[in-house]
C-alpha cells in the first residue's frame, strides 16, 4: 500500500522509471498504468499482447488410416480456456512483482 501511496504522488515519473528499468517484463503500456493505480487489469489485453498462440486445427489429411490435424496457428486475443488464464495470470504476477517487489 506504501508504493501505491509514492506512485500516486507522479504516476508519469513511476511510469517512465519502471519502463526504463533493467529487466522490466513486457507488458502493455495500458495495463502498466493498471498496475501502478493498483486498478484491476484486464486478462484480454495481457494475452493479446504476448506471444500465445492457437491452432485452428481446419486441415485434415489422411494417410494410411492415419489422420493428421494442422492449421494454421493465430495469435490469441482473449482469455478462453484455462491454459490461456493461466499465461496471463502468470505474465500478470511477473510484472506485479516486478513493481511491487515486497
Known amino acids: 500500500m506504501d508504493l501505491l501511496r509514492i506512485y500516486a504522488k507522479d504516476l508519469k515519473f513511476t511510469k517512465s522509471s519502471i519502463l526504463t528499468s533493467a529487466n522490466v517484463p513486457q507488458f502493455s503500456n495500458s495495463e502498466w498504468s493498471n498496475i501502478i493505480t493498483g486498478a ?3 486478462l484480454d489485453h495481457i ?3 504476448s506471444f500465445a498462440v492457437s491452432s ?3 486441415d485434415i489429411e489422411v494417410i494410411r488410416a492415419i489422420q493428421f490435424k494442422f492449421g494454421v496457428a ?3 486475443k482473449q482469455v478462453k480456456t484455462s491454459g ?3 499465461i496471463a495470470w502468470g505474465l500478470y504476477m511477473k510484472v506485479a512483482l516486478f513493481a511491487f517487489p515486497h
Open 40 to 42: 484491476m487489469v484486464n
Open 74 to 76: 493465430r495469435a490469441v
Open 84 to 86: 490461456d488464464w493461466f
Open 56 to 58: 485452428d486445427n481446419q
Open 47 to 49: 494475452i493479446s499482447g
